[in-house]
């Protein structure tokens, strides 16, 4: 297995523009995380799917902050519109049953 | 959501000396789990620990869930240049969100 896939890597955006963020967990696991990693912040829960479902949604910041699970295979985060202090590492992990695999993460940048 | 402490923040060790992170919950963890993340990196798995007073062993890696299991540890004897990174502890809340403690930043000195 290619292990979670998250794209783009790195995206530099303009303040105001739509930004969104994407990713495929490890085929077969039924638990989806993602998360915003900051220096000040440290490792931040934003959402957690289970079976494709919502189920913890306390951490994302705002209403400009999305997040969908359409299929058991892919994950979007979108932020509407985006800022500076989004600026961070966005992480995407999956789970079965014992530890979370995390993706490459994608650097943005809103300028 | 439950949340964990974690300390020390930061820790410089010459290589060779031994690191030990700290984790602590004011309340019942169903399960620990620690990560490691290199520098640049994403964080790595490394282990879950479930039982009451728990002790696991991975090479030069020591666990330990304290016997309330509302603490743990990881310990390192002997530290590499390799060990370098952050050591993470999570824990899995009711609903099995998991939530990361703040890291403990390993510098080990040649």
């Known amino acids: 297995d290619a292990g979670v896939i998250q794209s783009p890597r790195h995206e530099v955006t303009e303040m105001g523009q739509e930004v969104t963020l994407r990713c495929k967990p490890i085929?077969?696991?039924?638990?989806l995380f993602w998360y915003r990693q900051t220096m000040m912040r440290g490792l931040e829960l934003l959402i957690y799917?289970?079976?494709?479902?919502?189920?913890?949604d306390s951490g994302m910041p705002e209403d400009r902050f999305s997040a969908k699970m359409p299929n058991a295979s892919f994950s979007t985060l979108k932020i509407q519109p985006s800022e500076p202090r989004d600026s961070a590492v966005y992480f995407c992990a999956s789970s079965l049953d014992r530890g979370a695999f995390f993706g490459q993460g994608t650097r943005l940048t809103v300028v | 959501g439950q949340q964990v402490m974690q300390i020390p923040q930061y820790q410089h060790v010459q290589e060779g000396e031994d690191f030990t992170t700290y984790c602590n919950s004011s309340?019942?963890?169903?399960?620990i789990q620690w990560y490691k993340q290199r520098p640049g990196g994403h964080p790595v798995f490394l282990i879950q620990l479930v039982k009451s007073g728990e002790v696991k062993k991975q090479k030069r890696l020591t666990f330990q869930f304290g016997e309330a299991k509302k603490n743990s540890s990881l310990h390192i004897t002997a530290t590499q240049t390799t060990d370098v990174g952050t050591y993470f502890c999570a824990c899995s809340g009711s609903a099995r969100q998991l939530t990361f403690g703040s890291g403990t930043q390993l510098t080990v000195l040649p």
């Open positions: 799917f289970n079976n494709n479902v919502p189920i913890d």
């Open positions: 085929s077969g696991h039924n638990s």
């Open positions: 309340t019942t963890l169903s399960n």
